[in-house]
């Protein structure tokens, strides 16, 4: 089985996408010719959880989010590439890894395991559902994997709290939608971050979030006709994109770095999540014409110059963003990032003075 699976990596590793769909689906293969019925039946009948901090991606979608191919195999080149880099960064020692939010098959690390001894990586998976937690052991346990494992974590990765006499290389997590909406991605990194060994890495390296003013039509009509038949670019001129784009600001450089800036202005409250922060300010043009639409824009880099880039995945595919109000009334948006209950992107609108208050 390990053969196997290293054989597979060689493809999904590879920068053509035929190679790398072919290991993915021989990948997908090897997890459903172990697959145990009754863990199965498990997942498909696990209840959807809605927590404070998001709404968990549930085992069933966990699983089918593998079969995007682009992704999938970014995801695990960028964390292969990471563990290289740490272990030649941490000479002797061996790599901890935390997998946040593994899902019932952990498929963004597991399948590493056919590259790496024991004595490199050391590997701690951690997931809100108990019925993807007693899966992903049987997964491991067929694969015969488990010297890999540290330990199984049944929690909030937005509480988890890595052990103190150890020290934390590598955090692996995605658990987010496109613009970080709905799940827990924000947060969970920010958890994470802090607990990084200096010169540690966390996985994706950087999530990019922008609100662009476009005209979706003709850009979505220009993706289509070029890269939609045959999907086998993994890099898309984003300056092609300019035409169809008339304002830019950025939003959200989700990075360990400016999550531990953000962290200290809060190290002294009672929460150190906050219900949302302001993330910035749109000034509304002047005769904006009404076939331009404000849109939330993301851009992954997952480890150097593995990336994901707009509309290479789900993940970086465009999301409009829908303000109730006429832009003529407005003199500006300011836009928050939203933490409880639903996270994502939200806004206020700042409406022209006029009359008397002019």
Same mark, same amino acid.
Not at 61 to 85: L, P, W
Not at 231 to 246: A, G, H, S, V
């Given at each position: 089985?390990?053969?196997?699976?290293?054989?597979?990596?060689?493809?999904?590793?590879?920068?053509?996408?035929?190679?790398?769909?072919? /290991?993915?689906?021989?990948?997908?293969?090897?997890?459903?010719?172990?697959?145990? !019925?009754?863990?199965?039946?498990?997942?498909?009948?696990?209840? +959807?959880?809605?927590?404070?901090?998001?709404?968990?991606?549930?085992?069933?979608?966990?699983?089918?989010?593998?079969?995007?191919?682009?992704?999938?195999?970014?995801?695990?080149?960028?964390?292969?590439?990471?563990?290289?880099?740490?272990? !030649?960064?941490?000479?002797?020692?061996?790599?901890?890894?935390?997998?946040?939010?593994?899902?019932?098959?952990?498929?963004?690390?597991?399948? #590493?395991?056919?590259?790496?001894?024991?004595?490199?990586?050391?590997?701690? #998976?951690?997931?809100?559902?108990?019925?993807?937690?007693?899966?992903?052991?049987?997964?491991?346990?067929?694969?015969?994997?488990?010297?890999?494992?540290?330990?199984?974590?049944?929690?909030?990765?937005?509480?988890?709290?890595?052990?103190?006499?150890?020290?934390?290389?590598?955090?692996?997590?995605?658990?987010?939608?496109?613009? #970080?909406? +709905?799940?827990?991605?924000?947060?969970?990194?920010?958890?994470?971050?802090?607990?990084?060994?200096?010169?540690?890495?966390?996985?994706?390296?950087?999530?990019?979030?922008?609100?662009?003013?476009?005209?979706?039509?003709?850009?979505?009509?220009?993706? !289509?006709?070029?890269?939609?038949?045959?999907?086998?670019?993994?890099?898309?001129?984003?300056?092609?994109?300019?035409?169809?784009? +008339?304002?830019?600001?950025?939003?959200?450089?989700?990075?360990?770095?400016?999550?531990?800036?953000?962290?200290?202005?809060?190290?002294?409250?009672?929460?150190?999540?906050?219900?949302?922060?302001?993330?910035?300010?749109?000034?509304?043009?002047?005769?904006?014409?009404?076939?331009?639409?404000?849109?939330?824009?993301?851009?992954?880099?997952?480890?150097?110059?593995?990336? #994901?880039?707009?509309?290479?995945?789900?993940?970086?595919?465009?999301?409009?963003?829908?303000?109730?109000?006429?832009?003529?009334?407005?003199?500006?948006?300011?836009?928050?990032?939203?933490?409880?209950?639903?996270? /994502?992107?939200?806004?206020?609108?700042?409406?022209?003075?006029?009359?008397?208050?002019?």
């Amino acid at each position: 089985m390990r053969d196997k699976i290293a054989k597979t990596l060689e493809n999904i590793t590879s920068d053509s996408f035929e190679k790398a769909e072919k /290991g993915i689906k021989a990948l997908r293969d090897i997890y459903k010719s172990i697959f145990e !019925k009754e863990l199965v039946e498990k997942i498909q009948k696990a209840q +959807k959880l809605q927590v404070v901090t998001g709404a968990p991606s549930h085992p069933v979608d966990a699983i089918t989010a593998f079969d995007d191919v682009i992704r999938s195999s970014r995801y695990i080149k960028g964390v292969d590439k990471a563990i290289e880099t740490l272990i !030649k960064k941490f000479p002797g020692e061996k790599i901890n890894i935390v997998y946040a939010g593994c899902g019932p098959l952990a498929p963004l690390v597991l399948p #590493l395991c056919a590259k790496y001894s024991p004595d490199e990586i050391s590997i701690t #998976l951690v997931d809100i559902y108990d019925a993807t937690i007693e899966f992903v052991k049987g997964i491991v346990k067929s694969l015969g994997f488990e010297k890999y494992i540290a330990g199984y974590e049944l929690c909030d990765a937005v509480a988890y709290k890595f052990p103190d006499e150890k020290k934390l290389h590598l955090v692996v997590t995605e658990t987010m939608q496109s613009a #970080l909406k +709905k799940e827990a991605q924000f947060a969970i990194s920010w958890n994470m971050a802090g607990q990084l060994v200096k010169g540690g890495i966390m996985i994706p390296e950087e999530v990019k979030v922008d609100f662009v003013i476009m005209d979706p039509g003709k850009e979505f009509d220009y993706i !289509k006709e070029k890269y939609y038949e045959p999907c086998d670019k993994f890099i898309i001129d984003e300056t092609e994109l300019e035409q169809f784009r +008339k304002e830019k600001i950025s939003l959200v450089k989700l990075t360990a770095e400016n999550l531990n800036k953000l962290a200290g202005q809060y190290k002294d409250e009672e929460y150190p999540i906050p219900e949302r922060i302001k993330l910035g300010e749109f000034i509304i043009p002047e005769n904006l014409e009404k076939f331009f639409t404000p849109m939330l824009t993301t851009a992954i880099t997952i480890f150097e110059d593995v990336c #994901l880039k707009e509309y290479q995945s789900g993940l970086t595919h465009p999301m409009a963003i829908y303000i109730n109000e006429r832009f003529e009334d407005l003199e500006k948006i300011v836009l928050y990032y939203n933490f409880p209950m639903e996270p /994502g992107i939200i806004y206020e609108p700042v409406v022209k003075k006029s009359g008397w208050f002019a």
